[in-house]
């Protein structure tokens, strides 16, 4: 079976800028994270969706942060504008439901000049 | 609030040697436990998991982690050490009523020749 999805692998863009990370979650499972990781802050929980419903977004860092799941297979992540210090690697990865193990994908690491 | 910590964010071993890396949650309830690893580039992958029973478990590359409710632990073991296993390890406990899992901040495993 094919693993969480992300897309795109490395993004560099200029401050400013709208980004746009996407992921692909493995089919049949309900949950979905999304995740950002730096090294002063380690890995931080964004946004997770049940069945492609927000549930929690009370770690997304400001209004330009935004999360969409139009549909159990695609999800978004969106940042708007993009600034120096959104500069992270970021996570998605999907679960069976809350109490089983999440699967990641291998990040998307994202570059803000 | 709950939390995960991983005393030790870095720990070097010679190859061949054994290991046990740290990891001790605070909840009242009884969590349900995984250790994950991080090489370089990727997401994170499963190890292990506890979620009832026998508090001693195994799991994939030859690592076992032990469950002990009266310390608040976790511990990740293995008895020898390859070059391979140079990584980042995280705990992640899940409880409470969401059962989301947190993240400790992790563990970066050095491996010596």
């Known amino acids: 079976d094919a693993g969480v999805i992300q897309s795109p692998r490395h993004e560099v863009t200029e401050m400013g800028q709208e980004v746009t990370l996407r992921c692909k979650p493995i089919s049949g499972h309900d949950y979905l994270f999304w995740y950002r990781q730096t090294m002063m802050r380690g890995l931080e929980l964004l946004i997770y969706?049940?069945?492609?419903?927000?549930?929690?977004d009370s770690g997304m860092p400001e209004d330009r942060f935004s999360a969409k799941m139009p549909n159990a297979s695609f999800s978004t992540l969106k940042i708007q504008p993009s600034e120096p210090r959104d500069s992270a690697v970021y996570f998605c990865?999907?679960?069976?439901?809350?109490?089983?193990?999440?699967?990641f994908g291998d990040g998307t690491r994202l570059s803000i000049l | 609030a709950q939390s995960v910590t991983q005393p030790d964010i870095h720990i070097t071993v010679s190859e061949g040697a054994s290991l046990e890396l740290r990891c001790n949650y605070s909840?009242?309830?009884?969590?349900?436990l995984f250790w994950y690893v991080q090489s370089p580039g990727q997401g994170l992958q499963l190890l292990l998991k506890y979620f009832s029973g026998d508090t001693l478990v195994q799991g994939i590359k030859g690592f076992e982690a032990e469950f002990k409710r009266s310390q608040s632990s976790f511990n990740l073991r293995k008895p020898s050490v390859h070059w391979s296993d140079a990584a980042e390890y995280f705990c992640?406990?899940?409880?409470?009523?969401?059962?989301?899992?947190?993240f400790g901040r992790g563990t970066s495993l050095i491996v010596h020749p």
């Open positions: 969706f049940n069945n492609n419903v927000p549930i929690d």
């Open positions: 992640a406990v899940g409880a409470g009523g969401s059962y989301i899992p947190t």
């Open positions: 909840y009242g309830a009884t969590p349900y």
């Open positions: 990865a999907s679960s069976l439901d809350r109490y089983q193990p999440q699967h």
